[in-house]
């Protein structure tokens, strides 16, 4: 294929099992597979390097508000005809955004990547945006707002990375604003598009039953003819790496019970101490075993829900933890959580709990293998981030190299009083 072509498809490379290929197309379009023989379905995105840290207060949510709107009618296909292209044959299509990334996907039998591919270039490159489904979709969309914002447990991540990043879009909703998705327009999604869906930005990956070659021709039918010509968008602002002066935020809501965040600002997703911090937060707040759910709900009897998180991004990151409670229980509850962190600082985890988490987070990665939508998002999320292919030995190898010590210089690291931000849903 294309070998007479001056700018042919190259195959740039190949894990050394052969389950992992990377070709570019002749646009720049990068395409990432890995094959997994066993199976007989395969899991296709077509990624975007954009998001709503891309977004300026103005046209934040429109990212996502895009992703909603190709499903709305190509110049192919009516809003029921997509629904039913791919579920019609047992398959399924959806997208997600993210701060920095937007996927279209779809999960078929191997026999029909074809059709996948087809829709998938249909939706990103032939939407159409009319107006009466337009009106329609910010409807949808402000009730998905809405809906966020009577649950106490989801919105409270919103205004905590608003806390977090207070001057900076990282700070901005994924789902925008309701005055904003208003107001957008065909134009403005018009605009979005030529800005920031150009071929040099995007990735086609696909795991399962695929063989590169299949996936690389089709691709190139049906995405060869994307430009990377057009506007380009600013560059990217830097996300803060240390966190400004901690604080506490108060929100209330007629609720019974109160809901709050604590964390800061913590490492990106290239940065050298990523595996000690992952090691660090699943054995603090991931799962029944974990010391924030023995101490607090298991012990104490405090909260229902209680967990810690880590969100690395390409140049930053957030760590927190969340908990809700009785109002009267919070203070105790907070402390408790606190007492956590600063036990962490003072005192080196054991190797008997660092072994269990480190199986514990080895468990996770490979049962989350057998599922070719985690694999399809890992390999076109890596891509995004690294322009590589990280193999799972090379994790697993990277998580059993963790040691107390770099557990506890990564806490001491991190975890500063006076970079800790408290954010506070109570009943009104």
Not at 262 to 277: E, K, N
Not at 326 to 350: F, G, I
Request: hydrophobic share 35%; charged share 25%; glycine share 6%.
């Amino acid at each position: 294929m294309q070998k007479n072509s001056p700018n042919p498809v190259q195959t740039v490379a190949q894990a050394e099992n052969s389950f992992y290929k990377k070709s570019i197309l002749p646009n720049g379009i990068r395409v990432v597979s890995e094959t997994i023989p066993h199976v007989r379905s395969v899991s296709v995105g077509v990624w975007a390097d954009v998001g709503s840290r891309d977004e300026d207060y103005s046209r934040n949510g429109i990212s996502h508000f895009l992703e909603h709107m190709v499903f709305k009618g190509t110049r192919k296909r009516s809003s029921k005809e997509i629904a039913q292209s791919l579920e019609s044959l047992g398959g399924y299509l959806n997208a997600f955004t993210t701060k920095e990334q937007t996927c279209f996907y779809a999960r078929i039998l191997d026999a029909y990547l074809p059709q996948a591919l087809d829709v998938l270039s249909d939706l990103v490159l032939n939407a159409t945006f009319k107006d009466p489904e337009l009106r329609k979709e910010r409807l949808v969309v402000i009730e998905e707002l809405r809906n966020a914002e009577d649950d106490p447990e989801d919105i409270i991540h919103d205004y905590f990375e608003k806390a977090i990043f207070p001057d900076h879009s990282l700070g901005n909703p994924i789902i925008g604003t309701a005055e904003n998705v208003k107001r957008f327009g065909r134009d403005d999604l018009h605009d979005h598009l030529k800005r920031h869906y150009l071929s040099s930005r995007m990735v086609i990956a696909a795991a399962g039953s695929v063989r590169h070659e299949d996936l690389v021709e089709k691709a190139n039918t049906y995405f060869g003819s994307l430009s990377d010509h057009g506007p380009r968008r600013p560059k990217r602002t830097p996300g803060p790496t240390k966190a400004h002066k901690g604080g506490a935020l108060d929100h209330t809501r007629s609720i019974n019970q109160a809901h709050v965040c604590i964390g800061t600002i913590a490492y990106s997703i290239r940065h050298q101490d990523r595996y000690p911090l992952l090691v660090l937060n699943a054995l603090l707040g991931e799962g029944m075993s974990s010391r924030l759910y023995q101490t607090i709900r298991e012990k104490h009897g405090l909260a229902y829900s209680v967990y810690s998180f880590v969100n690395m991004l390409s140049d930053t990151g957030i760590f927190g933890a969340y908990l809700g409670t009785d109002p009267k229980n919070l203070a105790s509850a907070l402390a408790l959580v606190k007492e956590e962190l600063h036990r962490l600082c003072v005192k080196a985890v054991s190797r008997a709990e660092l072994e269990r988490t480190k199986a514990q987070i080895k468990g996770t990665m490979m049962l989350g293998l057998e599922n070719m939508s985690g694999r399809m998002i890992r390999l076109g999320s890596g891509e995004m981030y690294f322009g590589s292919f990280i193999s799972l030995d090379t994790i697993l190898n990277r998580v059993d190299a963790v040691t107390p010590e770099a557990v506890q210089r990564v806490a001491t690291d991190i975890f500063r009083d006076d970079a800790f931000t408290t954010v506070t849903i109570r009943p009104s």
